[in-house]
């Protein structure tokens, strides 16, 4: 959007900063381009060289390195249909040369000038601590990966910055948590080492920041809901003035506001639930988020109790979704718990269907 339509991006992005842009913010289409070095090359970077943006090369000529070569059916013809010539502008390489800057150190300073290492974590502390790798019982969700990697090229080149990125909350058992917490027994990345850290809400820019002020930062990203106990909670430790208050336009951080801001960008085609393509069927990508949503409303006893008897007061029939019942195996259920499953299905279809015509209703 921001390479096709700068103005319309400059418009999403002044909505989502409430009337202004920072002044340091590029708004601009792509006039150098980038490079890449990624441990996967996948679809999305297909779509930037596509439309443009990718188009910076390395000192050995190649647009992008990789350690692997992952995406879709379409990917994967489009890299077969290439000339031999463009195909070489996409180069494998060892995971070693993408995470590391020492081995063909001289190469690599000179390509990934003000590079922006980005990844992504489960949790963040206000403090400015990445959690990505184990809970806190010792459970063991993923490996660290060149995580710790990419920040410490962040901090070892010359205009490099390490980028956090993360969704402000989270739903376990059908309630919203905030992936945002005041404090964890077990970190990847630590608080000396870190950067800038991005949520929907917005960036907490931390690098060389006091604890007090990295703390406000991270509360001004945090979703609505749970600023006000964090904030407590970081006056509790005496890390945070008691006279300290969330800016005001910040305490309007919900997915509703984020969901009003993106609507024009949302009518003109962009910010789709699946940017770069999908094998999904149409059927599949109706079925995903009644899915969610039925996981969502029968986490607990008392909630699933309530969408049953809702289900059951539907008076929609089946058919109107058959192909998505038949893509379930329900299309010709028989007996009572089957029949059951079918309401409860017709519901969750509904109340999709609903919650995305909102989304694209004017305001």
Not at 28 to 45: H, I, K, T, W
Not at 62 to 73: D, I, K, T, V
Not at 281 to 286: F, H, L, M, Q, S
Not at 316 to 342: C, F, I, V, W
Request: hydrophobic share 40%; net charge neutral; aromatic share 8%.
């Amino acid at each position: 959007m921001r390479h096709r339509d700068p103005d319309l991006f400059r418009k999403t992005v002044r909505r989502l900063c409430h009337g202004a842009i920072p002044e340091f913010r590029h708004t601009g289409p792509f006039e150098a381009g980038v490079y890449a070095a990624s441990e996967m090359f996948v679809d999305g970077f297909m779509e930037l060289y596509r439309e443009g943006i990718l188009k910076r090369h390395a000192s050995d000529g190649a647009l992008l390195h990789a350690g692997f070569f992952l995406g879709s059916e379409e990917f994967y013809a489009w890299l077969r249909a290439l000339p031999d010539a463009e195909r070489d502008l996409f180069q494998m390489r060892g995971i070693s040369f993408v995470n590391e800057l020492y081995g063909e150190e001289a190469q690599k300073r000179a390509d990934r000038v003000d590079a922006r290492f980005i990844n992504s974590a489960m949790m963040a502390t206000l403090l400015g601590e990445t959690i990505s790798d184990t809970l806190e019982d010792g459970r063991v969700v993923s490996g660290v990966g060149g995580q710790y990697n990419f920040v410490a090229q962040a901090l070892a080149l010359d205009g490099a910055r390490s980028v956090i990125t993360l969704n402000a909350t989270r739903k376990a058992k059908g309630k919203r948590q905030s992936r945002i917490l005041s404090h964890y027994d077990h970190i990847t990345i630590p608080r000396h080492l870190r950067d800038i850290f991005i949520t929907e809400y917005g960036v907490a820019d931390l690098r060389g920041a006091s604890d007090r002020d990295c703390i406000a930062a991270m509360l001004s990203i945090v979703d609505a809901q749970f600023q006000g106990e964090l904030l407590h909670q970081a006056r509790q430790s005496k890390k945070i003035e008691d006279g300290f208050e969330v800016a005001k336009e910040r305490r309007d951080n919900t997915p509703q506001f984020v969901s009003d801001a993106l609507r024009p960008a949302v009518e003109a085609g962009y910010c789709r639930s699946f940017p770069f393509g999908t094998a999904f069927t149409a059927e599949e990508c109706k079925l995903l988020p009644a899915l969610a949503l039925l996981r969502d409303r029968t986490a607990s006893r008392l909630s699933m109790v309530s969408t049953v008897i809702s289900a059951l007061s539907v008076r929609t029939s089946p058919e109107r979704h058959l192909a998505e019942m038949d893509r379930m195996g329900l299309g010709r259920a028989n007996g009572l718990q089957a029949k059951l499953y079918r309401r409860l299905l017709v519901w969750a279809l509904e109340r999709s269907d609903e919650a995305r015509n909102a989304a694209h209703r004017p305001d």
